[in-house]
């Protein structure tokens, strides 16, 4: 019940702040989102360290289909709830000091999010899976649209249009698998059987399903070339936007190939697993070397966002306990330091009233702890040893060595490229001289620091003792991937 | 054996203090707390010294575990780690205490501390580390540190762009040096040491040595990324003393030293070793020749010196390496402390042109300045001479080649070095009346230092004198359980006792000669150096050092913002997202061409049926 209590929560708030028009809308949002976080943390606390589904709810909801409403929280499914439900009081702290026109859609949107995201982490049937993957699209677009800060809507419908393209292929996918099931099989969406009916299916058939699935979770994440759509959809939405589709949305496409591609479709995955792997890869440099020349800080985070997820694409796609164990941590440490990049970015712009590196440079000499956040964060996303950016980029690139030394050596190149874009962008935005627009930059606010702090404490944490997260992945991961020997090891003669 | 577990903590506990209490802190107190801490950790170290048996391994907790993969938080205490432990903790602390006054002046001299602090946790962990990822940890910390001492003073954006050079440069080695150690967990199925230099494994020994090389070749700045070091004089004086001279440039050397097993089963990788190690201390020796920037000139002998250690490491003469890389970290902190109180005496001043005369206004610097440079050149018995000897010796052993190019190498060095020393010191007065009108001998705080490193310089030789001039080769005898593994038997690497005093006689005299040639030309003649650009032929080659910035510029910087260009402008937005808004107004346009078929006139709606209707009668009668 309390994974029910999880999704069904920030729904309620929603309905809540929508419907009663309650006068201060950001305090109640923020009230409900640590209640979340609350009870999130207790999950964690009493979480057995085992394989299996926890705090699971299981009901018959369309028989006829063999739907089922089925949630639960393995190993997989908590850390990315725990970075959601980290990451959404934040995300509302970081707004207190904006004022949005129509506060209680606003906040009761981004509730509305954080319900649909826990919904897709924490689903054991493909429909549900799918009902909240499409649900978590309507919150966002609406506050893409609204809030945003472009005129005709047109970056937002195109991020819609593209991202609903893909899931409509995963709708076609999952139903395909439905349809064509062996005789002797049982129908049903619920994972077991649904996961069985895609494992029957001969290697071709495995072969479309992959596609139509993996083109869904590639827009998502995004990995090259399905990623055009991102980096001005970041720089129009409005910065909570950017912080929720960055932060905790991308995320669904990594947890989607770890939950429902790679044991649905094993011998698809064997036979296309390593074009996406490349994909990836390529998309790392590819990104990281357009990072080099963007002018506008969004932007050089929003592909430096891309050049990160193609790692941790890259590195699931191994299919090994180091690959999609490295693939967890980042996945939390990834959160943590691009809400952090963005968040730096936003109090940049709405001191400096600007974002663009022409515009800025010397604020380190008048902000001197915004700066120290900022280096932190920055080396999070550097991945420098002891923070949280190191544990998964170690793991992976490991994982990619193991899979082919070259291509390990190629994803590595993130090591130096990162370092070349982030310290050149930190050169510009902070150091050298005062310029007109920085120079009675102040430095953080009480507010500011409230958000800033625990994410740089987060990164710190994480990366000198990361094990209390990943423990908590391991029994999962390790099992997931002895069942996918086992089945290559049984298809073999 | 908790004392050796807290020698890291304590200047990791220095930076915290300092640096979570930055502005609350006086001068006085910051400086007080991380001088504390470093000479707590020097007595932690001297005590684990006299106490500790072979070796102490201690384990903190499990840092990383996925899969078969498990690197523990510990260290390892040995022979050859506390070596360097020692002259972190003991080098550093010097260097902590000559800050006080040196930085005395400086706003923002508590955040200077906490980075030194910083860094000396970083470094210890980097020699103390018990596998190779704490190694790796300590590794890429100490570059950070880096990164943030030269750019300390970050309104210069000259000296921030240096910081970021050093960071990226050392980045690529780092690379190298990761994809390394993964392929010793593939191979190997550990990264602990204890499980990876004792086992015979069927790994790709050259190509893991080559790559662990190669993060050598980053921190300790040989070719062919050196070009970093020189800019890094961009950081304050102590840095350049403490980080880029006397400790954390000897990390490759460390690596190499701590993994002598791997490399002694690969013969290539040690002759490339060798190699690079030759070839880069007779360019940057060259180089120093013709610098005139005081730093810089220091610079250049640090690459030339950590160069020629390297030879001794391909040699097989690793107990000579870390001899050299002792003494060089006393007389080379010395010659930047030294430069540096000559800097702070002039208000600033780095050029070799603008000074002259400085033995009367600053005779304690003058003094041990002497003994250093006295010390780099081999003249006994100061330390250098003693440790040059092993290394040359290991050469002569080798071949009659190679000795013959590390004596040129360690000739030149003489030369530049007494150079700068005649330069600066003798001559005439160059400075400008301001300066001049300034001038004064540096305070205790930092005369102290250079006096205590002065003794060193000349005691330090005696840790180890060969056996040939009747020592007890100390040193050689301490590392003995390290590198008794695979190292080669004495007569291997060492000439007989006659052949080495010959050599070190003609040597000393080489020596002699070319100072007396260096006293001519900028004493007798009070030569002083013309503008690099005013200069002709070799001297303006090596003037531009060899013109390698431009070159790393043209053929890597240019291309690197070429290529993203290219890929930003013509790839992703014409390319990629023009295929994917094309795909939409493909849609668009279509589905205007569709509505075509759909006007609302029910006329047209008749005509197209009853068109259809035979078709397809006459397609299904047919």
């Not at chain 1, 440079?361 to 920055?378: D, E, H, L, S, Y």
């Not at chain 1, 990361?466 to 908590?472: E, I, K, Q, R, Y």
């Not at chain 2, 002598?260 to 070839?279: F, N, Q, R």
């Not at chain 2, 004198?465 to 291997?492: D, K, Q």
Request: with cysteine; aromatic share 12%.
């Amino acid at each position: 019940m309390l994974t029910v209590f999880l999704i069904v929560f920030p729904m309620f708030m929603f309905l809540l702040l929508v419907g009663m028009k309650h006068s201060r809308p950001k305090l109640l949002s923020l009230v409900g989102a640590v209640i979340e976080f609350g009870v999130s943390v207790y999950a964690w606390l009493n979480f057995q360290t085992i394989a299996d589904r926890q705090f699971a709810f299981d009901a018959s909801w369309i028989s006829g289909l063999g739907m089922r409403l089925a949630v639960g929280l393995d190993g997989i499914s908590l850390p990315l709830v725990l970075l959601t439900t980290t990451l959404v009081p934040l995300i509302i702290l970081s707004a207190s000091d904006k004022n949005f026109n129509r506060p209680s859609l606003f906040y009761g949107l981004v509730l509305l999010m954080q319900s649909a995201l826990i919904g897709v982490f924490t689903s054991f049937d493909v429909l549900l899976f799918y009902i909240f993957w499409e649900l978590a699209l309507i919150p966002i677009y609406l506050i893409c649209l609204i809030w945003g800060n472009e005129k005709e809507g047109k970056i937002t419908i195109k991020f819609f249009i593209y991202t609903l393209a893909g899931s409509l292929v995963m709708l076609v996918g999952i139903i395909y698998v439905f349809m064509s099931a062996r005789p002797g099989l049982n129908q049903g969406f619920d994972m077991e059987t649904f996961l069985t009916l895609g494992r029957s299916l001969n290697p071709r058939e495995q072969g479309l399903v992959f596609w139509a699935m993996f083109i869904a979770f590639a827009i998502k994440m995004p990995v090259f070339p399905f990623h055009t759509w991102q980096p001005s959809t970041y720089t129009s939405a409005p910065t909570q936007g950017t912080m929720l589709l960055s932060g905790i949305m991308l995320k669904m496409g990594i947890y989607g190939v770890i939950r429902w591609l790679i044991p649905l479709v094993p011998a698809g995955v064997a036979e296309w697993g390593t074009v996406a792997l490349v994909l990836s890869v390529i998309g790392i440099v590819y990104a990281s070397v357009i990072a080099l020349v963007q002018n506008h800080m969004k932007m050089l985070v929003a592909y430096s966002s891309i050049a990160h997820v193609g790692l941790i694409s890259a590195g699931v796609f191994t299919q090994s306990v180091i690959g999609i164990q490295g693939a967890m941590i980042q996945m939390f440490s990834h959160g943590l330091v691009v809400f952090g990049l963005f968040y730096i970015i936003d109090i940049i712009q709405s001191k400096a009233g600007s974002a663009e590196f022409k515009d800025l440079g010397g604020i380190r000499n008048v902000a001197p702890k915004f700066t120290t956040a900022f280096v932190i964060i920055m080396l999070g996303s550097v991945a420098l040893p002891l923070t949280s950016g190191f544990v998964g980029e170690f793991l992976l690139i490991n994982s990619l060595v193991q899979y082919q030394v070259w291509i390990g050596a190629i994803a590595g190149l993130t090591i130096i490229l990162g370092a070349v874009y982030m310290l050149v962008a930190f050169q510009r935005a902070m150091s050298g001289e005062a310029q007109p627009f920085t120079a009675h930059f102040s430095d953080l606010s009480t507010l500011e620091k409230s958000v800033l702090y625990p994410i740089v404490i987060l990164i710190v944490l994480i990366g000198v003792y990361p094990a209390p997260l990943m423990s908590v992945s391991e029994p999962t991961v390790t099992a997931l991937v002895n069942s996918l020997s086992d089945l290559t090891s049984s298809l073999r003669p | 054996m908790v004392a050796a577990a807290i020698i890291p903590l304590l200047p990791l506990l220095g930076f915290l203090l300092v640096s979570l209490n930055v502005n609350r802190l006086s001068k006085t107190v910051a400086a007080t707390i991380a001088c504390g801490v470093m000479l707590v950790a020097f007595l932690a170290a001297a005590v684990t010294f006299f106490t500790m048996g072979e070796s102490i391994e201690i384990s903190l907790f499990t840092w990383i575990k996925a899969g078969t993969f498990t690197s523990s938080f510990g260290f390892l205490i040995d022979p050859l780690s506390i070596i360097f432990v020692l002259v972190i903790t003991g080098v550093g602390f010097l260097i902590h205490v000559y800050s006080i006054g040196y930085m005395h002046d400086d706003e923002g001299q508590n955040r200077f501390f906490s980075y030194l602090n910083l860094f000396v946790f970083f470094m210890l962990l980097l020699v103390m580390g018990k596998n190779y990822l704490i190694v790796f940890v300590g590794w890429e910390g100490v570059g950070l540190c880096s990164y943030l001492l030269i750019g300390f003073w970050f309104k210069n954006q000259e000296y921030n762009s240096a910081a970021n050079k050093a960071f990226i440069m050392n980045r690529i080695g780092d690379l190298g040096m990761l994809v390394g150690i993964i392929l010793i967990f593939i191979y190997f199925g550990s990264i602990e040491y204890s499980d990876v230099l004792n086992s015979s494994s069927a790994a790709p020994i050259t190509l893991i040595t080559f790559l662990l090389f190669i993060g050598a070749m980053g921190k300790s700045a040989q070719i062919p990324l050196y070009t970093w070091l020189p800019d890094a004089m961009a950081g304050p004086t102590p840095v350049s003393a403490l980080i880029h001279a006397a400790t954390m440039v000897t990390a490759g050397i460390y690596m190499v030293a701590r993994n002598h097993t791997l490399y002694l089963a690969s013969p290539l990788t040690m002759e490339i070793v060798m190699i690079v190690g030759l070839a880069t201390a007779i360019l940057a020796a060259t180089i120093a020749v013709a610098q005139n920037d005081i730093k810089k000139v220091l610079a250049y002998s640090t690459v030339s010196q950590l160069g020629l250690i390297f030879v001794a490491l391909g040699l097989g003469a690793f107990t000579a390496g870390i001899f050299h890389v002792v003494t060089h970290a006393f007389f080379k902190a010395l010659l930047f402390l030294g430069a540096g109180s000559i800097i702070h005496a002039l208000g600033g001043e780095q050029d070799l042109r603008k000074m002259g005369g400085l033995r009367k206004y600053l005779p304690i610097t003058f003094i041990t300045f002497l003994f250093g440079v006295l010390a780099i050149s081999g003249i006994p018995p100061f330390a250098g001479f003693f440790s040059k000897d092993e290394i040359l010796a290991a050469a002569f052993a080798h071949s009659k080649v190679i000795w013959a190019l590390a004596v040129f190498a360690s000739l030149l060095t003489s030369f530049y070095m007494f150079r700068l020393f005649f330069l600066a010191f003798f001559g005439n007065e160059r400075a400008g009346e301001h300066a001049m009108s300034h001038i004064h001998e540096s305070p205790k705080s930092i005369t102290i230092p250079l006096t205590v490193l002065a003794i060193l310089s000349v005691t330090g030789g005696f840790l180890n004198v060969p056996g040939a001039l009747g020592g007890n080769h100390m040193m050689e005898r301490f590392l003995e359980p390290v590198f008794s593994r695979g190292w080669l038997t004495e007569g291997a690497t060492h000439a007989n006792a006659n052949e080495e005093i010959l050599l070190m006689i003609i040597i000393v005299a080489l020596t002699l000669a070319v100072i007396t040639f260096a006293w001519l030309t900028y004493v007798k003649k009070s030569t002083v150096p013309d503008e690099p650009d005013q200069t002709t032929g070799l001297t303006r080659l090596l003037a531009h050092k060899y013109y390698v910035d431009e070159l790393y510029n043209f053929i890597v910087v240019k291309p690197l913002y070429l290529i993203s260009k290219l890929f930003y402008n013509v790839v992703e937005l014409l390319g990629i997202d023009g295929i994917v808004n094309g795909l939409g107004k493909g849609v668009v346009y279509g589905s205007r061409g569709l509505r075509f078929f759909q006007d609302g006139s029910i006329g047209y709606y008749l005509f197209v049926m009853v068109i259809s209707i035979i078709v397809i009668l006459s397609v299904t009668l047919w």
